[in-house]
């Protein structure tokens, strides 16, 4: 393996992640936790003390994390929103799971999360904050308070202390050096280095990436169940709808996609593999591609090589929008799986390149309202253009420069679309939490 191969390898494993439950509540359920654990490890309290009433929670946090986490179901619990997400950090969290942190959930934790919720121990509240993704969480027990601080990653707990005293810290400005603290954009990614490691690194160094495989499709036979959300995977798999979808492989790549978000966002208790730190997207950038490989057959090695494509440009693109935006991240996700599904079909650098084209001047301005089970109606209508640019991009059709935002360089296409999403869309950003926080 060459030092830059291991590079893109750090920055894969950086960015695709399992969790449990919408990054946004569990980000919030993170940083409960690790503040929690302070004032475990301050007193030398037995961990029964989290099943008592003696500690209250106040939490703050960005307008994006408020508006991702209103609407989505919690694990287990049969609600949305970030007061049980805080409540069940306390309850039964664990820092050290990371994205999985509610892993040790049971029905005793549920009941007293939800006691903790009604007696109205949990407090949340819009930070003071130009951050997108921010949460600062409050533990308060015998006079003393600890807290936690997450930045810019759903994980990424950059600062902790006890009744003002700072006690961690690794915050970028500190100077102090941490893989974890480099940007996507500090990789100098491109699309055609991308397509080169995805398609000559050997195999047996990417072969972790089928994890993909395994987590993102027990959700989508979950979800195909019917029991989740909006149950769209479910309909659109039904025998009287597979004709109106378009019958063979894009009803089948639709209705596992969508199936998959259905139960994670209504509260299912399995893991996602997560990109960019979104379960949605993860499940975007991988559920189409998972579809053709198991429809024709595809063997592990080229799927584990499309699984890594997919992942890496939706990596890349999104590293121009940030983590949080307002435009919807399953339009970068299924830029994602558009480029893996040229691939598994034999396609080549500029094949790849025009599906991202086609991709950024299709659906580029689908909004992003919050996660919620809605969110599945947004991510088969994702695979839907994915399957459309992939297939045109081989037939040699490709939106050209004369077409919008689109530009001849691939790399100025997106960083185009990354301005929109980031610059041109905050205005919208900001509307859309008024209406949502105003209902």
Same mark, same amino acid.
């Given at each position: 393996?060459?030092?830059r191969?291991?590079e893109?390898?750090?920055?894969?494993?950086?960015?695709?992640?399992?969790?449990?439950?919408?990054? $946004?509540?569990?980000?919030?359920?993170?940083?409960?936790?690790?503040?929690?654990?302070?004032?475990?490890?301050?007193?030398?309290?037995?961990?029964?003390?989290?099943? #008592?009433r003696?500690?209250?929670?106040?939490?703050?946090? !960005?307008?994006?994390?408020?508006?991702?986490?209103? #609407?989505?179901?919690?694990?287990g619990?049969?609600m949305?929103?970030?007061h049980?997400?805080?409540a069940?950090?306390?309850?039964?969290?664990? %820092?050290?799971?990371?994205?999985?942190?509610?892993?040790d959930?049971d029905?005793?934790?549920i009941?007293? &999360?939800?006691?903790?919720?009604?007696?109205?121990? +949990?407090?949340?509240?819009?930070?003071?904050?130009?951050?997108k993704?921010?949460?600062?969480?409050?533990?308060?027990?015998?006079g003393?308070? &600890?807290? =936690? +601080?997450?930045?810019?990653?759903?994980?990424?707990?950059?600062?902790?202390?006890?009744d003002?005293?700072v006690?961690?810290? %690794?915050?970028?400005?500190?100077?102090?050096?941490?893989?974890?603290?480099k940007?996507?954009?500090?990789?100098?990614?491109? +699309?055609?280095?991308?397509?080169?490691?995805?398609s000559?690194?050997?195999?047996e160094d990417?072969?972790?990436?089928? $994890?993909?495989?395994?987590?993102?499709? &027990?959700?989508?036979?979950?979800?195909?169940?019917?029991?989740?959300g909006?149950? +769209?995977?479910?309909?659109?798999?039904?025998?009287?709808?597979?004709?109106v979808?378009?019958?063979?492989?894009? *009803?089948?790549?639709?209705?596992?996609?969508?199936?998959?978000?259905?139960?994670?966002m209504?509260? *299912?208790?399995?893991?996602?593999? !997560?990109?960019?730190?979104?379960?949605?997207?993860?499940?975007?950038?991988t559920?189409?591609?998972? =579809?053709?490989?198991?429809?024709?057959?595809?063997?592990?090695?080229k799927?584990?090589?499309?699984?890594v494509?997919s992942?890496?440009? =939706?990596?890349?693109?999104?590293?121009?929008?940030g983590?949080l935006? =307002?435009?919807?991240?399953?339009?970068?996700?299924?830029?994602?799986? &558009?480029?893996?599904?040229?691939?598994?079909?034999?396609g080549?650098?500029?094949?790849?390149c025009?599906a991202?084209?086609?991709?950024?001047?299709?659906?580029t301005?689908?909004?992003?309202? #919050?996660?919620k089970?809605?969110?599945?109606?947004?991510?088969?209508?994702?695979?839907?253009?994915?399957?459309?640019?992939?297939?045109?991009?081989? $037939?040699?059709?490709?939106? !050209?420069?004369?077409d919008?935002?689109?530009e001849?360089?691939?790399?100025k296409?997106?960083?185009?679309?990354?301005?929109?999403? !980031?610059?041109?869309?905050?205005?919208?950003d900001?509307?859309?939490l008024?209406?949502?926080? *105003?209902?």
């Amino acid at each position: 393996m060459t030092a830059r191969e291991a590079e893109i390898i750090e920055l894969i494993r950086k960015e695709v992640k399992p969790a449990l439950g919408c990054t $946004e509540p569990i980000a919030v359920a993170l940083a409960v936790a690790k503040a929690m654990e302070i004032i475990e490890e301050k007193y030398a309290l037995e961990a029964t003390w989290r099943m #008592g009433r003696d500690y209250g929670l106040r939490v703050e946090v !960005s307008g994006n994390i408020l508006k991702n986490g209103m #609407g989505v179901g919690i694990p287990g619990t049969g609600m949305v929103g970030l007061h049980i997400a805080a409540a069940l950090g306390a309850v039964c969290g664990r %820092s050290e799971y990371g994205l999985e942190v509610l892993n040790d959930l049971d029905e005793a934790s549920i009941a007293h &999360a939800k006691e903790l919720v009604e007696d109205k121990s +949990v407090t949340i509240g819009l930070a003071e904050t130009s951050l997108k993704l921010y949460v600062k969480a409050y533990v308060d027990y015998n006079g003393h308070c &600890a807290s =936690a +601080v997450i930045e810019n990653d759903h994980d990424n707990i950059v600062e902790t202390s006890l009744d003002g005293t700072v006690l961690t810290s %690794s915050r970028r400005d500190t100077g102090a050096e941490c893989p974890d603290q480099k940007t996507t954009l500090d990789y100098h990614l491109t +699309v055609k280095e991308i397509v080169d490691f995805a398609s000559t690194v050997a195999y047996e160094d990417i072969a972790f990436i089928l $994890e993909s495989r395994t987590l993102n499709l &027990a959700l989508a036979k979950e979800g195909l169940s019917g029991k989740y959300g909006l149950k +769209v995977g479910y309909a659109i798999n039904l025998d009287d709808n597979r004709e109106v979808f378009g019958g063979d492989f894009l *009803c089948y790549a639709m209705s596992l996609t969508a199936a998959a978000s259905d139960a994670r966002m209504a509260g *299912c208790t399995l893991a996602a593999m !997560s990109n960019s730190g979104s379960g949605n997207q993860g499940i975007t950038v991988t559920m189409p591609v998972i =579809a053709y490989s198991i429809r024709y057959g595809t063997d592990d090695e080229k799927l584990a090589r499309a699984l890594v494509l997919s992942h890496l440009v =939706a990596i890349h693109i999104k590293g121009y929008l940030g983590k949080l935006s =307002a435009l919807c991240g399953c339009v970068i996700a299924s830029t994602g799986s &558009a480029c893996g599904l040229v691939y598994l079909r034999g396609g080549d650098y500029g094949q790849i390149c025009a599906a991202i084209k086609n991709m950024i001047g299709n659906i580029t301005g689908m909004v992003c309202d #919050g996660a919620k089970v809605g969110c599945a109606m947004k991510v088969a209508s994702g695979v839907s253009s994915a399957l459309q640019s992939a297939v045109l991009a081989r $037939e040699g059709i490709c939106i !050209s420069a004369h077409d919008g935002i689109i530009e001849n360089d691939i790399e100025k296409t997106i960083r185009n679309l990354g301005q929109i999403g !980031s610059v041109g869309m905050q205005h919208t950003d900001n509307m859309i939490l008024d209406i949502m926080v *105003c209902k």
